[in-house]
């Protein structure tokens, strides 16, 4: 236990001042915009860093690292896709988003948006797409609180159940009291604790495994083909780890972050900083799985974990070469991952609940304090639901995630993208896209059509269906006087 104890002082420490956060934007948070967007405040350092850790999960430090460890530079490709999908994302969606749920009502959701943009009255665009939201994120959340309870499990010896409960309490305790304050302002904390550990332990890596001559040569005498960036691919392999890219335009909890931005100017600023960001973390998940297996070959004896489970290498190594207080630290950027994506998730479930359900067809009446307390029961009542998913941890619901990330990418993706570029795009253009990608990536699936990831094929049907169908009307002179005055905002204000 000699690690456990500082390793768990620190984790307690990093989950109180979490929920301290949670209490400060309690404080600020008086209406139903201030909790699903903090009242459109965010800067260009909160908005850049809130969104790229609610998109870094347990993966980042968890999954990517051990790949890399098991297979070499060959599993890199998702990360170079990750990098140009969010970096177009931020180009092309990012600000014109921002405007255009502005002039669309003030959306605060996108249901809301779509909505909005496209004049439906029958709420049939709003219904589907928050179904949408709600199925694929209790999946998304139900694998975030199994990535924590895996984390407590392995690093205290808690029983699972038990591990269950401890990792999502402080996740679902600030998300409720604080909301998107909350949630954007730790993000920010977790951004930073998770590229500090992501840049600090790969040098002190290459420094244990004596410099980076020494470490590629031990990596060649282990597995020459770990260099290789096609080993044990094929072209459909490496377009499927790219296409990873494309999920970016349709994932609601980072395109919240847009919409709550400041001001389309701060969007510049926010890109430059997220991608450098995104950049630096991703390098040194790479960076840990690679020399790790230097690090491993050189120390046979205590590579037995890593052997057991290639997903524990940067634990390991936390453990291995650091004082147990900095591998608190460090570990506590594992939690920060996970914690970090799974409340932005909870979040997003709740305002599809909230403002598409509950206030638009339940209680048009209703009071901001009202919805403001109706939005903590359904984080509440979502975060249930997906510990319920997550009690048996190896419920095949857990595969689905990579299924959810293409199902958001195909279904919202093309919609979200086309809506803010193209004027001529209709309600009927909108509804096919949502369609036409989520059953796309249904059957494609299903039947492991050319080994191609589902998003590709989806997000290039969902696309056409939305030109198609879009060409057999025309959009109302409102869609039209609203989506230019949008785009002049944005021209005048980038």
Not at 93 to 109: C, I, M, P, W, Y
Not at 282 to 299: D, K, N
Request: proline share 3%; charged share 10%; glycine share 10%.
């Amino acid at each position: 236990m000699s690690v456990s104890n500082p390793t768990l002082i620190t984790f307690v420490i990093y989950i109180a001042a979490m929920v301290l956060i949670g209490l400060m934007a309690y404080r600020s948070t008086n209406n139903l915009s201030d909790y699903i967007l903090g009242g459109r405040s965010l800067g260009s350092v909160v908005t850049a860093l809130s969104a790229g850790a609610s998109d870094m999960s347990g993966w980042l430090l968890m999954g990517l690292p051990g790949a890399i460890y098991m297979s070499g530079l060959s599993e890199s490709w998702i990360a170079i896709g990750l990098i140009v999908g969010a970096y177009l994302n931020w180009l092309f969606v990012a600000g014109r988003l921002r405007v255009q749920t502005e002039h669309n009502g003030d959306a605060l959701t996108l249901p809301d948006y779509f909505s909005s943009r496209f004049e439906d009255k029958s709420g049939v665009l709003r219904i589907i797409s928050a179904v949408v939201i709600l199925v694929f994120f209790t999946i998304y959340c139900a694998s975030g609180i199994v990535a924590g309870a895996r984390l407590f499990e392995s690093t205290f010896g808690m029983s699972y159940e038990t591990a269950l409960w401890a990792g999502a309490a402080a996740t679902i305790a600030y998300t409720f009291v604080g909301g998107f304050l909350a949630v954007s302002w730790t993000d920010t904390v977790q951004a930073t604790l998770m590229i500090f550990a992501l840049i600090l332990t790969p040098i002190i890596v290459l420094l244990a495994t004596g410099g980076v001559d020494t470490t590629f040569l031990a990596i060649e005498a282990k597995d020459p083909t770990s260099f290789d960036m096609l080993k044990n691919t094929t072209f459909i392999g490496v377009i499927s780890l790219m296409g990873w890219g494309l999920g970016y335009f349709g994932q609601p909890h980072i395109l919240a972050r847009f919409m709550a931005a400041d001001s389309v100017k701060s969007i510049a600023n926010a890109r430059r900083i997220s991608m450098t960001w995104m950049i630096l973390c991703l390098g040194g998940t790479v960076a840990v799985g690679f020399f790790g297996i230097a690090y491993f070959s050189a120390h046979p004896d205590v590579a037995g974990p890593v052997i057991d489970n290639p997903e524990r290498v940067f634990i390991e190594l936390a453990k291995l070469l650091f004082n147990p207080w900095i591998a608190g630290v460090l570990l506590s950027a594992i939690l920060a991952a996970v914690m970090s994506t799974l409340s932005c998730q909870l979040l997003v479930c709740s305002s599809a609940l909230t403002e598409d359900f509950y206030k638009t067809f339940l209680r048009k009446s209703a009071s901001q304090l009202e919805l403001v307390w109706v939005g903590r029961a359904m984080v509440l009542l979502v975060a249930l639901i997906a510990i319920a998913l997550a009690a048996n941890p190896n419920n095949r619901v857990l595969g689905l995630v990579s299924y959810a990330w293409a199902g958001f990418g195909a279904a919202f993706g093309p919609v979200v993208l086309i809506s803010v570029i193209w004027k001529n795009m209709t309600r009927n253009g909108a509804l096919a896209g949502i369609l036409v990608g989520a059953i796309t990536v249904i059957v494609w699936k299903h039947f492991e059509l050319l080994g191609l990831y589902e998003i590709i094929p989806g997000f290039i049907f969902a696309s056409l269906a939305i030109y198609f169908v879009s060409k057999m009307g025309s959009p109302t002179a409102g869609m039209l006087q609203r989506f230019e005055a949008a785009e002049k905002d944005f021209r005048l204000n980038q």
